[in-house]
């Protein structure tokens, strides 16, 4: 239910900032077609990613407002990258 609830805050904070949330499960269907010997051991306790794109779904189409300006298509998705010339910062 933790994850669940992040899953969902996490959409709508990326919808309140103008980040498309359709995101969450894009990525979320990567690990889904992940290689299951290799996954993560980080997520190794967390749901199922087919119930959490389910619940994100969900969310999005019981939020149309909120959520039905963002394109669901991947393909209109900006691809994240970082300069290989930045410098790396640890938070304290």
């Given at each position: 239910e933790v994850e669940?609830?992040?899953d969902l805050d996490g959409?709508?904070?990326c919808a309140e900032a103008g980040q498309n949330?359709?995101?969450?499960?894009?990525?979320f269907r990567e690990f889904?077609?992940?290689?299951?010997?290799?996954m993560p051991e980080l997520l190794s306790d967390h749901p199922d990613f087919k119930n959490r794109i389910k619940t994100l779904e969900k969310h999005f189409r019981k939020?149309?407002?909120v959520f039905?300006?963002?394109?669901?298509?991947r393909k209109s998705g900006t691809p994240f990258s970082v300069p290989a010339d930045a410098s790396v910062v640890f938070l304290r």
């Open positions: 669940e609830q992040a959409a709508d904070i949330p359709w995101g969450l499960i894009w990525f889904e077609n992940a290689d299951k010997d290799h939020n149309r407002a039905g300006k963002f394109n669901p298509d």
